[in-house]
């Protein structure tokens, strides 16, 4: 459905974080991190890998967001490692240990972590930034962490753009993805309410995150994140979605 992006718009992100065959370019990252409540938390207990997070020691103490479309990336990256199998039991563990503490999104899940409701959960960084960013440094109880190198949990996921090919606008568009990759549409995105990583032209974050070029996530490719169907079958099976 999509028409192929300007070679000149794909130079500027690296091509590791564009579509494989050119039909959308990547404009910003955010990356999985752990978020806990600091009161019922400290930082030396938390787990080190989120395979960890199906030992029934967690029963009763992790949320999950099963339905948020963020936590797809984790379940294809677990799928790709292990296998859809152990990706399986993997979700039936962690919807267990999390009890009635699945909601609906990130935002819910971020908000319950902070206000003491549950203790851990897996979230993408920009929503610990955006709920700080509503409530004030004053109120926040959580904070955030990763999981070790190269963890299947640890995982950074891409915001695209691209034009339908049935588009009537198709120069324009053109023009809007070269902007929105540009030096000054990714300043915007840099110093935004998104708190995500701008990815293109070189462009780095304004928020005192950890520098997008530190992290060491698992290896996982675009390509082989895919479109998601293979996590949301998974999902649907576990009774998730």
């Given at each position: 459905?999509?028409?192929?992006?300007?070679?000149?718009?794909?130079?500027?992100?690296?091509?590791?974080?564009?579509?494989?065959?050119?039909?959308?370019?990547?404009?910003?990252?955010?990356?999985?991190?752990?978020?806990?409540?600091?009161?019922?938390?400290?930082?030396?207990?938390?787990?080190?890998?989120?395979?960890?997070?199906?030992?029934?020691?967690?029963?009763?103490?992790?949320?999950?967001?099963?339905?948020?479309?963020?936590?797809?990336?984790?379940?294809?990256?677990?799928?790709?490692?292990?296998?859809?199998?152990?990706?399986?039991?993997?979700?039936?563990?962690?919807?267990?240990?999390?009890?009635?503490?699945?909601?609906?999104?990130?935002?819910?899940?971020?908000?319950?972590?902070?206000?003491?409701?549950?203790?851990?959960?897996?979230?993408?960084?920009?929503?610990?930034?955006?709920?700080?960013?509503?409530?004030?440094?004053?109120?926040?109880?959580?904070?955030?962490?990763?999981?070790?190198?190269?963890?299947?949990?640890?995982?950074?996921?891409?915001?695209?753009?691209?034009?339908?090919?049935?588009?009537?606008?198709?120069?324009?568009?053109?023009?809007?993805?070269?902007?929105?990759?540009?030096?000054?549409?990714?300043?915007?995105?840099a110093h935004s309410d998104s708190f995500e990583y701008p990815i293109a032209s070189g462009v780095t974050t304004a928020e005192p995150e950890t520098p997008f070029d530190?992290?060491?996530?698992?290896?996982?490719?675009?390509?082989?994140?895919?479109?998601?169907?293979?996590?949301?079958?998974?999902?649907?099976e576990a009774q998730l979605l």
């Amino acid at each position: 459905m999509l028409a192929r992006v300007d070679p000149s718009t794909l130079a500027k992100t690296p091509s590791r974080f564009n579509s494989p065959d050119g039909r959308w370019v990547g404009v910003t990252a955010r990356v999985s991190v752990m978020i806990y409540n600091t009161s019922l938390l400290k930082r030396d207990q938390l787990p080190t890998s989120a395979m960890d997070l199906a030992d029934p020691k967690w029963s009763g103490r992790i949320g999950i967001a099963g339905s948020e479309t963020d936590f797809q990336p984790i379940v294809t990256s677990i799928a790709r490692t292990y296998g859809e199998q152990a990706a399986l039991h993997w979700l039936e563990a962690v919807k267990a240990n999390a009890g009635g503490h699945d909601y609906p999104d990130n935002e819910t899940l971020t908000a319950q972590v902070n206000g003491g409701q549950v203790a851990l959960g897996i979230i993408n960084q920009y929503y610990w930034y955006r709920e700080r960013a509503q409530v004030g440094a004053g109120a926040m109880h959580s904070a955030i962490a990763y999981f070790a190198p190269h963890d299947v949990g640890y995982v950074v996921d891409v915001s695209g753009a691209g034009i339908l090919s049935s588009s009537t606008h198709q120069a324009a568009a053109q023009r809007f993805l070269a902007f929105l990759t540009s030096v000054q549409g990714q300043e915007i995105i840099a110093h935004s309410d998104s708190f995500e990583y701008p990815i293109a032209s070189g462009v780095t974050t304004a928020e005192p995150e950890t520098p997008f070029d530190e992290l060491e996530p698992n290896s996982i490719t675009v390509a082989e994140l895919g479109t998601g169907a293979e996590a949301i079958e998974l999902l649907q099976e576990a009774q998730l979605l």
